[in-house]
């Protein structure tokens, strides 16, 4: 049995982990990542990126039957099921390619294999029946999640399918249930119906998107609907009962039950942390619903041990472990000026079409705060770039706090929101008021211009509507 | 644009101030070259002018505003016919960036013996224009800026959490409401032992003194020479001037001025200034006098002294005194000076060694004059005897300097007629 040493040894490679180890290396830490199936981790290969991929097939496609809508004669449009697949796996690929090639740039050691902690300051890592020990001073844990299964729901990966199998589909559904409606069952929905399937999106919830906000939520629901997907809202998926060829689900609302046909079920309903293979036992770690209890710093009780992003509470985004990534091994480091994660401050991005994006909270939730509040709102039917890109659907909402001009929330759906986004995600990081937003000058013509319109709104100062 | 009026640096080394008085109202129209306010600095009160005309529209630091940062905003002025309306716009017009103050620390007291100017080059106008350069920016969000204004919290009084100390939101909110915090604890402390003290808050001219002589007495290698002056020639010499045909009333203090100008002329070394790459050495002859006021000590000078005649020597040192009582002394007529005078005999102390007014070498402490018992050519005798004490640098003035110098001293006063040369 070896032993190798290290400043610290980060346990996954995703958003998180591969950004922990860089950083770490940055501040001239000796550093080793132990990664068991692929580097960039779920977001890379099975999640953010090959799904974008995947939507932007569908966006091509939709905008090629549109063509003639903008004076483009387009003969015949077709899509190619396995192109399209192909095309996010390679993305995929090449990505990979590029975490692995920083990773070895920063110097980084990267082993293969599940690791797990080992007594204090060893990690073990197992690969083929071989184990090898790492000591660090330190070791985050970023293993990140898994889909959540839930009893009777469980996918089989062939007429059942998890985010993974819907990712790379042989053949197109005719008929498609997507259960849950949050960020993966929405785009998931979203995909399929332009590629041509009869979509059914089940929600438990009273509305889809539940984490955004109500106003947001209707939007996209009627969008959605528009588009001909169908969607049932404060229903449960009760079984399903899996044919050779198709599956029925029964499905549950207001006290009746229905049934449901289709080819295929994607199962979305969120996601576990992948807890259970740390070595956690016998430590100080300690877990609650599922998810690692840390400080802001990212500590576990365990003296040494760090743990961030999806293993640790919500939101479970990319951008989030990256960022705790960086504060945690920052705070190791002895580095100065380093600042907890606000998680207020933290966009959230939904890529179906139309894409939805978000930050700090909504107005139901502000206003449940108590406080005074100014809304704005600010439609795409009403912004001339929106009108030329023909996308005149959306709408851009911002909540400020009546009393200080805090900006608590924007809210926005619509053609490359999630885009826009990060525009009042600076805003809050710097704390501006609406005063600084009123007065930064944007260009015309911008989607971006909405974002302006909609803080003059929220103060009655609206121009273009 | 409206244009932003920030605490003046009246003198080198203030980085505070406080605002006295307005001698305008909000709304009130301003002429350029109208007062505007009153600033306190360290050392005196100084009237603020107006360098442009328009409105006073918006009085952002309210009379009697003590540590009010130099840089800091303090009233808004609006050119002639422009909207009251881009107040508004004007972000930086919100009290809350009035509240600057003392956190920055780019506006460390340069208070250092050597940063101060020498006397030959008084710099400082008597009344600085406006607006300032502005300095000592308070980092702060403009949320924390709203809700500091909102709660009346000092953003000076905070320590910022954001990136490079930055006070965001949750400082502000963090921190107690205004002044709510000191008199809760003032309350809390007189019930536990009533009237065992009274606390009078420092005056920036309190701190600044506390300061600059606490500095001098630590870093300053002091040594002291003592030495007796028989100053009956100076007595009768007084009394005749006051006697002439439109007599002079000359005090003791102004002879001794001029003596020790002339002291100072014939040995150079002594009117000089330590700093690490050099000594100093000054070309003009300025001799400060201290001068008790009722809220502290200063040191007007009284520059050229050695080409002075005493009667000249006697009523500036007279209005210098009177101003300096009233606060209404200029920057420039108590910054730098080579020596100083310090003078209790009037209390009827005997001798004392005072501590030397940085950037200065030297100090020279006069007791009273007073009839004591002598020995005269081997007899007992009375003579009027005054001792001075000279407090000196050692980094500059080498004892033997010292004692030179104090020796040409005394030759002149005991000898004053040729002070009238």
């Excluded at chain 1, 396995?82 to 090449?94: F, G, P």
């Amino acid at each position: 049995m070896t032993e190798k040493s290290f400043d610290i040894v980060v346990i996954g490679a995703g958003p998180g982990g591969y950004v922990a180890a860089i950083r770490a290396a940055q501040l001239g830490l000796k550093t080793a990542v132990v990664e068991r199936e692929h580097l960039g981790g779920i977001c890379l290969n099975w999640g953010c990126i090959p799904t974008k991929a995947l939507l932007k097939s569908a966006e091509v496609l939709r905008q090629a039957q549109h063509a003639a809508d903008y004076g483009i004669e387009v003969a015949q449009v077709s899509f190619n099921l396995a192109q399209v697949v192909k095309r996010s796996r390679a993305i995929s690929a090449q990505l990979q390619a590029g975490v692995k090639h920083l990773l070895k740039k920063n110097k980084v050691e990267v082993f293969t294999g599940s690791g797990k902690l080992a007594g204090a300051g060893k990690v073990a890592v197992s690969q083929d029946g071989k184990t090898i020990t790492l000591t660090a001073r330190h070791i985050i844990l970023a293993a990140g999640a898994r889909a959540r299964i839930m009893p009777g729901l469980e996918p089989d990966g062939q007429r059942v399918w998890s985010y993974k199998e819907a990712m790379v589909p042989e053949a197109m559904p005719k008929s498609l249930l997507v259960v849950g409606s949050g960020a993966i069952g929405i785009e998931f929905a979203s995909f399929y119906r332009t590629l041509g399937a009869e979509v059914t999106v089940v929600e438990v919830l009273e509305r889809i998107l539940p984490v955004e906000d109500a106003e947001i939520s209707a939007l996209a629901r009627k969008s959605f609907e528009k588009q001909g997907i169908k969607v049932l809202t404060a229903a449960t998926v009760k079984s399903l009962k899996r044919g050779t060829e198709n599956v029925t689900a029964a499905i549950e609302s207001a006290g009746k039950e229905s049934q449901l046909t289709v080819d295929r079920v994607i199962v979305a309903v969120g996601i576990s942390a992948n807890t259970e293979k740390l070595g956690l036992e016998g430590t100080k770690v300690r877990i609650e619903r599922g998810h690692v209890v840390v400080n802001q710093w990212l500590e576990t009780d365990e003296p040494g041990v760090y743990a961030i992003g999806d293993l640790t509470a919500p939101p479970w985004l990319a951008h989030k472990a990256s960022h705790e990534a960086v504060i945690c091994v920052e705070k190791i480091a002895g580095q100065a000026d380093v600042h907890p994660l606000d998680i207020m401050k933290i966009p959230g991005c939904t890529y179906s079409h139309p894409q939805i994006a978000s930050i700090g909270l909504s107005e139901e939730k502000a206003r449940a705060g108590g406080r005074e509040l100014k809304v704005g709102r600010f439609p795409f039917q009403a912004n001339g770039k929106a009108i030329a890109l023909g996308e005149a659907e959306g709408l851009i909402k911002t909540i400020f706090d009546a009393k200080t001009g805090e900006l608590i929330g924007a809210h926005m759906i619509g053609a490359e929101v999630t885009e826009l986004i990060q525009g009042y995600a600076i805003a809050k990081t710097l704390e501006t008021t609406e005063a600084e937003l009123m007065n930064t000058v944007f260009p015309h013509p911008t989607l971006s211009e909405m974002m302006h319109e909609s803080v003059l709104d929220a103060y009655g100062r609206v121009i273009h509507f | 644009m409206p244009i932003e009026i920030r605490m003046p640096a009246v003198s080198p080394s203030m980085t505070e101030g406080s605002l006295a008085r307005w001698l305008k109202k909000e709304g009130e129209t301003v002429k350029a070259g109208d007062l505007l306010a009153e600033i306190e600095t360290d050392k005196a009160i100084v009237e603020l002018v107006a360098e442009s005309a328009g409105t006073l529209a918006r009085i952002v630091v309210p009379d009697e505003s003590n540590n009010v940062q130099v840089g800091a905003l303090i009233a808004v002025l609006l050119a002639p016919g422009e909207p009251a309306a881009s107040l508004a716009q004007s972000s930086t017009a919100t009290p809350a960036a009035a509240a600057a103050a003392a956190h920055a620390p780019a506006t460390a007291a340069p208070s250092a013996p050597s940063a101060s100017p020498a006397p030959s080059a008084p710099s400082a106008p008597s009344a600085p224009s406006v607006p300032s350069a502005p300095s000592g920016r308070i980092l702060a969000s403009p949320l924390a800026r709203r809700i500091a204004a909102e709660r009346g919290v000092q953003l000076a009084s905070l320590r910022g959490s954001g990136p490079n100390g930055r006070i965001v939101r949750l400082d502000v909110e963090a921190a107690p409401a205004a002044e709510a915090a000191p008199a809760a604890a003032a309350a809390a402390a007189s019930s536990i032992s009533a009237a065992a003290y009274e606390e009078i808050p420092n005056s920036s001219m309190r701190r600044m003194i506390a300061k600059r002589l606490s500095d001098a007495k630590q870093s300053i290698p002091h040594y002291y020479l003592t030495i007796d002056c028989v100053i009956d020639a100076l007595q009768k010499l007084r009394q005749e001037i006051k006697d002439c045909p439109d007599g002079a009333k000359l005090s003791v203090n102004d002879f001794v001025i001029k003596a020790a100008a002339l002291a100072l002329q014939k040995l150079p070394g002594v009117n000089a200034s330590w700093t690490e790459a050099a000594i100093r050495r000054y070309s003009s002859v300025d001799v400060a006098v201290a001068v008790a006021t009722p809220t502290g000590l200063i040191t007007p000078i009284v520059r050229n002294a050695e080409r002075k005649k005493l009667t000249q020597i006697s009523a500036e040192v007279k209005d210098l005194g009177l101003r300096a009582r009233a606060g209404k002394l200029a920057a420039e007529e108590y910054q730098g000076g080579g020596f100083t005078i310090s003078n209790l005999g009037m209390y009827g102390i005997r001798e004392f060694a005072a501590i030397i007014n940085p950037p200065q070498s030297a100090i020279l402490a006069v007791g009273a004059a007073e009839q004591r018992a002598v020995v005269k050519d081997g007899a007992l005798a009375i003579a009027t005897m005054m001792t001075c004490t000279l407090s000196a640098d050692h980094r500059v003035v080498d004892g033997a300097l010292g004692a030179e110098y104090l020796a040409a001293f005394k030759k002149l006063i005991e000898h004053p007629l040729s002070l009238l040369l």
